[in-house]
């Protein structure tokens, strides 16, 4: 098992995003997570990666546990992630984007130039693959919204990740870019990434994803293939609120 | 370095040349414009670094009487400060308006240790900056532990407490009588003292302009100021940004300190009031924010031109407060119409003089956010975000997921 | 217009350091403008002076600032000091260390005075009296009365009034210590400004109070920025003791007397000092003033001659009487014209020391008599005591000086 | 500690406690409102408090009639500070530099005020200004209960026009979810002006209450803004009856530690509370969880 959550809960006054929530995503493959709005998916993102603390529950990852890990060391470990909306530093340029991300110096090297001609071949490496190599000296702010979402998963592949999460890659581009960013996950998973995939997108979900979990209020319903998710009456009734 | 020509080419690709003819957005970019700036800039500031060096190790000299000196060494004080300011400040975007405080435990700690341990000055002048050091580092825990507006009540409350402490601990400190500090060079006479301190305090000014200019090319420089633009999200990239932050609140408390002891054994008198005072604090975020947090002469410049106008107010309107309205116009100015500084924004009127941009990128960002607008409710919210920003970086506001986010756009 | 043109000539000063600091050369010009004052013999003498016009002191400040002018009024109206007349340079510290050392800073060596007066205030003299004796100028002022001022090695430094602050309530102490043990009171309170000359002045009655059997029942310190004095009083009224003694400024004194009003304490004898003295002072606590008490080194009634003068021009230029704070700042005025005549000179240089030497071999008659003052500057005499009688505040002690009789225990307030 | 000071101190405390409650209330309504952090809100107190003593010395009135003025003077002075300066600024920056901004308003009111008025220490002289009343043995001073009566009626004033108005409603949607107070037809941005206004209010009513029984001098804001600010984290940023309850404890603490501790020292009890809030519970102690994150 790649991740793994065990009664995973976070409430926010009166209100519990996460509710006991248990799910594993397999290793090796792309994980699609879905649910209707406000079912807590990007709360359960948070709480994976160590943005907030949940109320109780555990979450391992690769068997170890990362429960009380900070975002950073959540990262360091392995887990890259995006944002539902974008975000880049917008008032660094594209490479140095792309060079804060560098998997953490040591003690020795952190004075060292971030000049670091290594490093640089790396982040123009991510930059072609996702399609904006051309703006390498572009302040982040100038790039459209589709750009930064490309700068922003360069951003995480800067890093390394063996697991990425992508929260909802599609939300707000144009199908034109939302086709290239499926292929470019294709690829990555491919060459060993795990993914884990928040996406409304239908479509993106069913052609791109190997296993897919349903949430809704905060805990799992469902989860298997795309084709066998399609059919699940829990699922509909989620989705149509029935 | 690649070639000119080659450059030109790059710059005249659009985006969706590169992305296919799937993507039709049509943002043009010219990479080259920011590296030919770079160079010209580079240049530029060589030259004054030059000019400037000569001129303040020349001043002693053209200086035309120990006043204008003292002035002087006011000054140079004053841009030590607020360059160790700029270590938080400009690196990492927390602002802190108590910074005096460690302007007054580095003045404080030199004269006590001096008093007490009956150490030569410049020996407790170090000693003290190991005590500074001390000191922040656990009220650098605590007070890192919040970020936007807490902080700054906390560096705040910080120098306020330690104004309280240094007023009311009279056996120790000398409470409002304050502390006489004896000077390192008895021998000197008055004129010779400020010409020495001149030294030391542009000795001071120069290492601190390096480890930050150090700092600024780094690695480590790279992390903070990814801090300073959007901390979650470097978090979230492996930056460890806690032990970051600390080290570069530690490293402002320093200098600033080492800024403080200096003054104490320059000036002799210490007083709780004017060494924990929030206004000297204020100074300092003034000139930072004057000159330009992001460049590394921009504390410098604004400690110049602040220092230099406060002396002249206090002498053209000395028994009025009228110092004050002028600096608290001034932040306000630069706070509403010119939030990067002095620097940039000579820059940017350089700009307009130069022979015709390539770029049309913010039109284009603009139009593109047009053509991109949906439906979904969460793309549009962030688009709304960026127009009204006038920048491009956009939050997950929607779902509950708010708490995570330090920064929430607020409208 | 004095004033005026001497600021200017510091901005232009000023501006040559702006110059100086982006471009290069034309601060050499500004120079020759400041180094030296007025040299020949029909120039006036310059003499600068720096007060706290704002901030924590303002108000003795402002008292000091009328004293220094009615005095330069009074010598140029009697031809000058050596046939020159003479022109004061006031700047304001808003009572500052920082602003008062780079204020006589400026004064000697930007506008190049040829004497300095003292500021006000202990806190500030320390200071300033340094740089003063760094430039080797004589230093003559009228508010530095407590005794760490003439433990800093001073050669330059003498306090122009006739005791110094842990003197000012010997005559009191002696009166109630030799009262009948029976009336004698046997318990006290003391609240001070954390001010060494506040301090110096309460803890002085204090310790000898303390030494002749009465006992200290609270003894509170607050910074100078005290404004809310009602957890003192409180402490005070709680103890209900015989005597209030507290080490007051002005404005401080007033919160707590009316503080220690609202609380309804009533003290058989409640000494404040300077505060008591303000022309400002009834009105301020509302008139219930009959029977509080205060040390002055001054009196306007005192008959020596020069005393008489004092407070007849006074009057005449300002419309109303003077108070302990003009008097003394006017004192300091004669003691330097005194030394400035008897050596013939008033410049920078040489002169200065020789009107140092001068000063410590010689006695001066002035408003408060003749002074004298040991090798560290301290004056040898003692303070009059003054308590509200009637209405008015007069002298009560000691017995030969008296113009009322001493109210004892003072009325209800 | 005898029976008798502790319940001079505890009523001495209660009186301090409802004016600092009436101006943290003000300063945690812009905080709610707009996540701004208004540095200024002490020194437009002593702005208050001196129009209140220059009417006084001009006039002869007593100073509380200047409420007449001030009040409405003030807000709109918020209101068009709102529109004109804060909602300037980029919303990404907002809080930093609107603490920057504030800060340099307060800036320009002390100098503003010491430039006027010059830096004397002022002080209204009332007729009661000695009086007392005696309850059980203590010592009330009836300035204190004055200035309390004003300010703890402004502070219900408030409380009820909150509560109950149909304004009040439209500010506190605005508070909890602007998107959302907009959607239902709030002009938020309106709502936001006036919700400054109603803050500045507060200072001028309590500026002028603070004149009734204290010395003012210009540079006497920094001494209450610290407080002030301790006072909105306790309570929790943007809480107005956390603000409140805050208020009263702390300022009723600092009174009782005064005793043993001295004045100076026992105000470091705004500041203990303060850091103990943040190492322990950023969020405050009586609600509002915004703390941690502004």
Redesign the interface.
């Given at each position: 098992m790649n991740l793994e959550t065990v009664e995973l809960t976070k409430s926010f006054g009166g209100v519990t995003a996460v509710d006991h929530a248990t799910v594993r995503f397999v290793d090796g493959k792309v994980n699609g997570l879905i649910g209707p709005n406000g079912s807590g998916k990007t709360t359960f993102f948070n709480c994976v990666t160590g943005m907030i603390k949940p109320d109780s529950g555990s979450v391992a990852y690769r068997g170890k546990d990362i429960t009380k890990h900070a975002s950073d060391r959540v990262a360091r470990a392995g887990i890259g992630r995006s944002f539902q909306l974008c975000r880049v530093f917008p008032r660094m340029t594209v490479m140095e984007n792309l060079l804060v991300a560098v998997r953490h110096p040591s003690v020795r090297t952190l004075l060292r130039s971030a000049d670091d001609e290594h490093e640089r071949e790396r982040a123009r490496h991510w930059l072609r693959r996702v399609g904006i190599d051309h703006l390498e000296h572009a302040e982040a702010r100038n790039l459209s919204y589709g750009q930064q979402k490309l700068l922003e998963l360069a951003g995480v592949l800067m890093g390394d990740p063996d697991t990425i999460m992508l929260d909802e890659p599609a939300g707000g581009v144009n199908p034109a870019l939302i086709g290239r960013i499926a292929t470019l996950v294709r690829e990555l998973n491919e060459e060993g990434k795990t993914f884990i995939i928040v996406e409304h997108n239908m479509e993106m979900v069913m052609s791109l994803c190997d296993h897919v979990v349903v949430f809704d209020r905060g805990r799992p319903i469902a989860e298997g293939e795309p084709s066998m998710i399609q059919q699940d009456p829990r699922v509909l009734e989620a989705y149509l609120g029935v | 370095m690649r070639n000119d020509s080659e450059r030109t080419a790059s710059a005249g690709r659009t985006a969706s040349a590169d992305l296919g003819p799937a993507l039709t957005e049509t943002v043009v970019v010219a990479p080259d414009a920011p590296r030919r700036r770079r160079r010209w800039s580079r240049a530029v500031s060589l030259a004054l670094l030059v000019v400037g060096a000569a001129l303040v190790l020349s001043f002693p000299f053209i200086a035309p009487n120990p006043y204008i000196l003292s002035a002087g060494v006011v000054i140079l004080n004053y841009a030590v400060l607020s360059t160790g300011w700029n270590f938080m400040g400009g690196f990492t975007g927390y602002i802190s308006l108590g910074h005096a405080a460690y302007f007054g435990l580095g003045a404080y700690g030199t004269g006590l240790i001096v008093k007490y341990l009956e150490l030569p000055g410049f020996v407790a002048w170090v000693l003290a900056a190991l005590v500074v050091v001390a000191i922040s580092v656990p009220v650098g825990i605590a007070a890192l532990r919040v970020r936007g507006a807490s902080f700054v009540i906390v560096s705040i409350a910080f120098v306020l407490i330690l104004l309280l402490v240094f007023q009311s601990w009279r056996e120790f400190t000398g409470g409002s009588e304050g502390l006489i500090v004896p000077r390192p060079f008895p021998d000197l006479l008055r004129p010779e003292h400020h010409r020495a301190f001149f030294y030391l305090f542009a000795g001071l000014l120069a290492a601190a302009l390096v480890a930050w200019w150090v700092i600024d090319r780094s690695k480590f420089g790279t992390a903070l100021k990814s801090i300073r633009e959007d901390e979650d999200k470097a978090r979230s990239l492996g930056v460890p940004t806690t032990r970051y932050k600390l080290i570069a609140y530690v490293l402002s408390a320093l200098v600033t300190g080492l800024g403080g002891g200096l003054y104490a054994l320059w000036f002799g008198d210490l007083d709780p009031i004017f060494q924990f005072s929030i206004l000297i604090g204020s100074y300092m975020v003034l000139m930072a924010l004057l000159g330009g947090v992001r460049h590394l002469f921009g504390p410098l410049l604004g400690a110049l031109i602040v220092g230099i106008a406060l002396e002249y107010f206090k002498l053209e309107f000395g028994d009025t407060q009228f110092h004050l309205v002028a600096a608290g116009l001034l932040l306000g100015v630069v706070v509403l119409f010119m939030p990067d500084g002095v620097i940039p924004a000579v820059g940017q009127l350089i700009d307009r003089f130069r022979p015709q941009q390539t770029s049309i990128r913010d039109v284009s960002a603009a139009e593109l956010l047009e053509q991109n607008r949906r439906s979904d409710a969460s793309a549009t919210g962030a688009a709304d975000a960026r127009e009204a920003s006038g920048e491009a970086s956009t939050r997950d506001a929607s779902d509950v997921s708010d708490a995570s986010d330090p920064k929430e756009v607020t409208r | 217009m004095h004033v005026t043109h001497s600021r200017r000539r510091r901005a232009m000063a000023l501006v040559a350091l702006a110059a100086t600091a982006g471009l290069a050369l034309s601060a050499c010009s500004a120079g020759d403008d400041g180094g030296s004052g007025g040299g020949g013999d029909d120039d006036p003498i310059v003499i600068g002076v720096s007060l706290p016009l704002t901030g924590d002191f303002s108000e003795p400040g402002k008292g000091v600032e009328r004293g220094y002018e009615a005095w330069a009024e009074i010598v140029n109206e009697q031809g000058g000091l050596l046939g020159r007349q003479v022109e004061l340079k006031i700047l304001d510290d808003q009572s500052n260390a920082d602003r008062v050392v780079s204020d006589y800073e400026s004064l000697i060596a930007q506008d190049g005075v040829d004497l300095v007066f003292g500021p006000f205030s202990t806190r500030l003299v320390v200071p300033s009296a340094r740089v003063a004796q760094e430039y080797g100028m004589l230093f003559v002022e009228p508010a530095g009365a407590a005794a760490e001022v003439f433990e800093q090695g001073f050669e330059n430094l003498f306090y122009a009034a006739p005791a110094v602050a842990d003197d000012h309530y010997n005559y009191l102490a002696d009166y109630l210590l030799s009262l009948p043990e029976g009336e004698r009171p046997k318990t006290a309170a003391v609240a001070a400004m954390d001010d060494p000359f506040a301090q110096g002045t309460a803890y002085g009655l204090r310790d000898k109070l303390e030494e002749g059997g009465v006992e200290i029942l609270v003894d509170e310190v607050y910074p100078p920025n005290t404004t809310d004095f009602s957890v003192i009083a409180a402490k005070i009224a709680e103890s209900n003791a015989d005597v209030v003694i507290g080490g007051s400024q002005y404005q401080d004194g007033v919160n707590l007397i009316i503080a220690l009003q609202q609380l309804d304490y009533q003290p058989k004898v409640a000494a404040f000092s300077t505060a008591p003295t303000n022309p400002e002072f009834a009105a301020a606590i509302g008139n219930q003033t009959e029977g509080i008490l205060s040390p002055t080194g001054w009196s306007p009634t005192a008959s020596f001659p020069s005393n008489v003068e004092f407070v007849e021009k006074y009057t005449e230029i300002f419309g109303n009487p003077p108070a302990e704070d003009e008097a003394n700042a006017y004192t300091t005025g004669q003691v330097v014209a005194a030394a400035v005549e008897a050596v013939g000179c008033a410049e920078q240089g040489e002169c200065q020391q020789q009107l140092i030497d001068w000063l410590h071999e010689n006695t001066v008659d002035t408003v408060v008599g003749p002074l004298s003052w040991d090798e560290a500057g301290r004056p040898s005499g003692a303070h009059l005591i003054q308590q509200w009688v009637g209405g008015e505040i007069k002298i009560v002690l000691p017995e030969d000086a008296k113009e009322a009789d001493f109210i004892y225990p003072k009325p209800a307030w | 500690m005898?029976g008798?000071?502790f319940l001079?101190?505890l009523i001495?405390g209660v009186l301090?406690g409802g004016l600092y409650a009436l101006l943290a209330a003000g300063l945690t309504l812009y905080?709610g409102i707009?996540?701004?952090?208004m540095i200024a809100h002490s020194a437009f107190l002593i702005l208050a408090a001196y129009l209140a003593w220059w009417f006084n010395r001009e006039t002869g009135l007593d100073p509380m009639l200047s409420l007449v003025v001030t009040v409405p003077v003030f807000f709109l002075a918020g209101f068009a500070m709102q529109r004109l300066?804060v909602s300037?600024?980029?919303?990404?920056?907002?809080?930093?530099?609107?603490?920057?901004?504030t800060?340099?308003?307060?800036?320009?009111?002390?100098?503003?005020?010491?430039?006027i008025f010059?830096?004397?220490?002022r002080?209204i002289?009332l007729?009661y200004?000695?009086?007392?009343l005696?309850v059980f043995g203590a010592?009330v001073?009836?300035?204190?209960l004055v200035a309390f009566v004003l300010a703890a009626f402004a502070l219900l004033s408030l409380y009820l026009l909150l509560k109950y108005t149909r304004f009040g409603r439209a500010l506190r949607a605005t508070i909890q979810h602007?998107?959302a107070a907009r959607l239902v037809g709030i002009d938020?941005d309106r709502t936001a002006g006036y919700g400054f206004g109603l803050g500045l209010a507060t200072a001028a009513i309590g500026g002028t209450a603070l004149s009734l029984d204290?010395?003012?001098y210009?540079s006497?804001h920094?001494?209450w803004?610290?407080p002030l600010?301790?006072i909105i984290?306790v309570g929790g940023?943007g809480s107005i009856p956390g603000a409140a309850i805050a208020a009263m404890l702390l300022g009723i603490s600092q009174?009782l530690l005064?005793?043993p501790l001295?004045?100076?020292?026992?105000?470091?009890v705004?500041?203990v509370a303060?850091?103990a809030t943040?190492?322990f519970r950023?969020q405050g102690f009586f609600g509002g969880?915004l703390?941690?994150?502004?």
């Open positions: - | - | - | 005898s008798p000071l001079q101190s001495l301090l905080f707009m996540r701004v952090v300066l300037r600024l980029k919303p990404l920056t907002l809080t930093m530099m609107s603490v920057l901004l800060f340099a308003i307060a800036l320009i009111i002390e100098g503003a005020l010491g430039f010059t830096g004397t220490q002080r002289q007729p200004a000695g009086d007392s005696d010592q001073p009836v300035v204190k602007p998107e938020t204290a010395t003012i210009p006497l920094w001494h803004i610290g600010m301790a984290v940023l009174s005064q005793i001295g004045a100076t020292w026992a105000q470091t705004f500041y303060l850091f943040l190492m950023p969880r703390a941690q994150r502004f």
